[in-house]
């Protein structure tokens, strides 16, 4: 039995009995000694705030001391019904974003589990309560309306779809709308048999399953035995639904992957390891050990340590791959295996088996889709934003092939191009293309095999600058009619603008120069005989070139300056492939391309770089490098407008532009 008084004095300061009984303490913040303190004290209250540190799998440790500096203090902020499931918990300042200390039921208690300050449960079972999980799922579509569909069930462009029957075992090919549940996880290096064309009218036989069961990777597995425990018949897996041999089955798969996953009555994501084997931790007896979950701090008070499914995810293969995105992004319900737990998340709620039940599910709590816009990127309301949001999470994921880029994103893409009512043509909107040819990045490497004018022709996290108002910038600050070559180079196409009839733009006025810049229409030029055809369109394009020097190179943030032959600094130009090619090691000009007018830097570019004040007009810039006369991008940047009148030779010409 613990003493009454708390053997720690500063922790003596928090109210703990008060705040259990209900004291309304909004936003409180109590100190706590260093962290070195706090290890070696005997309170159990200080343990606990121990124990949420070391344990926190979002924490970036230091890896000889595996303890925080012992210079800084430790906050505790009391949230009053806003910790998940509108309960009230302590966050603690400095761990991840979901790390939470909460009061928890005792191991027998005569409260009612509505006790809403009651967050934790005492204890966590070896086997998985599918009851309970039926539960959150029958809550979810009986109370939420966002996350019902707003459109009804089938999906086009797919006149049937497989499933796995896992009463019949077997694989079916349905044309109806069923109820289905479909697994996300990560493939990884594990031998995973596939369906193909020469297995595929055996498998649809009743019993085929069975006798495949040995060869299926233990997710799949597990997946299916989940699947029959819920009372579900179907189940959708892409290795054994989608033909891994025939391309345009493939094609057609993935064309929809957004669609199938966002008609899924359920979503199972297997984030708990690095591949196909990692399981479903929690579905048979033995898979995990029970765990206390509680901690008496005082005498009847007990609290623990609460981590939501984020901070699992974050630091999870599942969360780094690319093909997960889409699928994780667009399901309406997902049961998370991660860290050895189970969540639920839908549009509008987020349950844990390590949590009581919210027994008023009407006021559940949004983190995951409130809290970083999720969800009202998914209803694609502000649609050239939310893609540019989408690009940037994208991209900060790898692909085991980099031929994938566009097809682990295919459905997302579909679905902006429908909304926006134009194409997206190599990743970038037709509509707002010179938006989006600014995008910029940290250590961008080149992509082989698609096009260096768009993000998709560069590996790394990218970003997109956005504009408040786009269609005035359009109709006033750019001057570039972009047409596109066939991939083969022989052919000229339509103008990109023509689809939504910017073709005709204002154009180019520059006070500083006085020669003729009037020509906008491709020339016609043969392709050059000796330059190899491109996989995908070329764009040909007149604009304005001018020549500076970069010097002053930050190595290892991928930025440099701009220098006028004068010497004075007259721009920035975040470098692209700096690792992958030697055109940086050149001291000689290099050839910029202008591509539209701002009264703004770009947003990874402030006026310290620029060294010097003076009017705000810039131009944004792409910087070329040419081989058999075709070019490619180097980087892109920001110069001074006054700077095209005062470039090295050959000085500033109007030039067409062969951009690949």
């Known amino acids: 039995m613990l003493p009454e008084e708390n053997p720690c004095s500063v922790c003596a300061s928090v109210p703990l009995r008060e705040l259990q009984q209900g004291a309304h303490l909004r936003n409180r913040i109590y100190d706590l000694p260093r962290f070195t303190l706090v290890g070696d004290t005997q309170c159990e209250f200080c343990q606990l705030v121990r124990d949420a540190i070391h344990q926190d799998p979002g924490r970036v440790e230091n890896s000889r001391t595996r303890a925080m500096p012992e210079w800084r203090d430790i906050e505790l902020i009391w949230h009053e019904q806003s910790a998940p499931g509108r309960r009230s918990g302590f966050r603690l300042f400095g761990t991840g974003c979901e790390v939470w200390i909460a009061f928890a039921a005792p191991a027998s208690s005569d409260l009612p589990a509505s006790h809403r300050r009651f967050y934790l449960c005492h204890a966590l079972d070896s086997v998985l309560d599918l009851e309970r999980v039926k539960g959150w799922v029958q809550q979810c579509e009986t109370n939420h309306a966002s996350c019902d ?165 974050k630091r999870s293969v599942y969360e780094s791959r690319a093909w997960t995105f889409q699928e994780h992004l667009l399901s309406r319900r997902i049961l998370y295996f991660a860290g050895d737990q189970l969540f639920f998340r839908c549009r509008e709620s987020e349950r844990c088996e390590t949590c009581e039940d919210d027994p008023h599910p009407s006021t559940s709590f949004q983190t995951f889709y409130a809290e970083d816009g999720y969800l009202d990127t998914i209803l694609l309301q502000f649609p050239l934003q939310d893609y540019a949001w989408m690009l940037q999470q994208y991209t900060k994921r790898a692909l085991t092939k980099e031929t994938d880029v566009l097809r682990a994103l295919a ?120 330059t190899p055809p491109r ?84 131009y944004h810039i792409m910087l070329l490098e040419w081989s058999d006369g075709v070019a490619e991008r180097r980087g892109i940047g920001t110069i001074r407008q006054d700077a095209v009148a005062s470039g090295f030779e050959p000085g500033a010409q109007w030039k067409e532009i062969t951009l690949a």
Request: with cysteine; proline share 6%; glycine share 8%.
């Open 411 to 530: 459905g997302i893409v579909r679905r902006v191009s429908d909304k926006l009512e134009y194409p997206i043509i190599q990743g970038l909107p037709a509509g707002a293309f010179d938006q989006f040819l600014l995008f910029f990045g940290r250590n961008l490497r080149r992509r082989p095999g698609f096009p260096s004018y768009s993000w998709v022709g560069w590996r790394g996290e990218v970003s997109i600058a956005q504009r408040e108002r786009l269609n005035g910038w359009l109709d006033q600050r750019v001057w570039i009619i972009w047409y596109m070559r066939t991939p083969d180079g022989t052919e000229i196409m339509m103008p990109v603008g023509e689809i939504n009839g910017s073709d005709q733009r204002q154009p180019f006025e520059c006070r500083h120069l006085s020669i003729s810049i009037t020509r906008t229409a491709p020339s016609g030029s043969p392709w050059p005989s000796n």
């Open 149 to 313: 569909l707003n459109h009804p069930l089938g999906i086009a462009d797919l006149d049937t779809l497989r499933l796995i029957d896992v009463v019949e075992n077997a694989l079916v090919e349905v044309s109806e709308s069923l109820r289905y549940v479909a697994l996300s996880y990560v493939w990884g290096a594990v031998p995973n048999f596939r369906l193909s064309a020469v297995n595929r009218p055996r498998l649809m036989q009743p019993g085929a399953m069975t006798e495949a069961w040995e060869h299926l990777p233990m997710t799949i597995r597990d997946a299916i035995t989940l699947t029959r425990r819920l009372g579900v018949r179907y189940l959708w897996v892409d290795s054994l639904c989608l033909l891994q041999n025939d391309d345009e089955d493939l094609r057609r798969g993935v064309h929809v992957m957004d669609c199938i996953f966002e008609q899924s009555w359920l979503t199972i994501v297997s984030a708990g390891g690095h591949d196909a084997n990692s399981g479903l931790v929690g579905l048979h007896a033995g898979d995990r050990k029970e765990q206390r979950l509680a901690r008496e701090v005082k005498p009847g008070i007990f609290m623990g340590v609460y981590f939501g499914p984020d901070t699992f995810l």
């Open 535 to 618: 996989p995908y369109p070329i764009l040909q394009f007149w604009s304005l070139t001018v020549w500076l020097k970069i010097d002053d190179l930050d190595v290892f943030m991928a930025i440099a300056k701009l220098f006028d032959r004068q010497g004075l600094v007259c721009g920035v130009v975040m470098l692209d492939g700096l690792e992958d090619t030697k055109f940086f090691e050149s001291q000689a000009p290099c050839e910029a391309v202008l591509l539209s007018e701002s009264d703004e830097l770009m947003p990874a570019i402030d006026d310290i770089h620029l060294g010097r004040k003076g009017p705000r007009k810039f």
